[in-house]
């Protein structure tokens, strides 16, 4: 109950900001004490009520529910509020000048310049994804112009596609030797014909993977 209390005190301020009833509804169900995520949510809010003006933002710029719901997400929003506000374009510009992420990054050097390791990253990309975007692998001659193919297609999806949010994804560098694990990732989702491709990659902008969704 302690959660409706702060609400109570709160909402003329905050809340009130609320453009719509339904951002009002997403806060409710974001912070539903029948689940684990609300219940950690709400007693995140009552120990620093900031949160609500964090969660707002996210919300107003688009983002997925599990980036609204991520304390990490939302404190880092807290801590830098003011110049999240000041920032044309908001939160999304803002995330992009924090990490320095180039507006015309791609996911592969050029084939000339790329190390071993990264030559059997990008034949793992292309052999699983490479066919969902009409390329095929072939010979060595023509990596080059398959990199920048790959390179092209997947990047439009980035530029075109919509932000979905941060989210935890698996990721890992094929022929690093590690094995793979859950990092933070900036996910697009873009529709072409009627098909959903995503791009995943990590929060400082590198390349996780592409490919048509399926689920």
């Known amino acids: 109950m302690k959660k409706y209390i702060v609400i109570a005190l709160l909402f003329c301020n905050a809340l009130i900001t609320f453009a719509q009833d339904c951002q009002w509804d997403r806060f409710k169900a974001d912070t539903d004490e029948t689940t684990t995520l609300g219940v950690e949510l709400t007693e995140a ?23 609204r719901r991520n304390q990490e997400e939302l404190k880092s ?19 992009a000048v924090k990490f320095g992420l180039d507006p015309n990054r791609v996911p592969f050097r050029s084939f000339s310049e790329m190390t071993e390791a990264e030559v059997q990253a990008f034949n793992h990309a292309i052999s699983r994804h490479g066919s969902e975007f009409g390329l095929k692998w072939g010979k060595k001659e023509v990596l080059p112009q398959l990199v920048n193919d790959f ?30 694990k859950l990092v933070d990732a900036n996910v697009y989702n873009y529709i072409i014909n009627d098909k959903t491709y995503y791009y995943w990659e990590t929060i400082y902008g590198e390349f996780i993977s592409a490919g048509l969704k399926t689920n």
């Open 45 to 67: 809010i009552d120990k620093n009520p900031d949160l609500i003006d964090a969660w707002e933002i996210l919300d107003n710029a688009n983002v997925d529910r599990s980036t």
């Open 151 to 180: 390179n092209s297609v997947t990047s439009n999806i980035r530029k075109k596609g919509g932000f979905i949010g941060v989210q935890k994804v698996k990721y890992g560098i094929k022929g690093s030797g590690e094995s793979t």
């Open 77 to 95: 929003v807290v801590e830098h509020l003011d110049e999240i506000k000041a920032t044309k374009g908001g939160y999304k510009a803002w995330k």
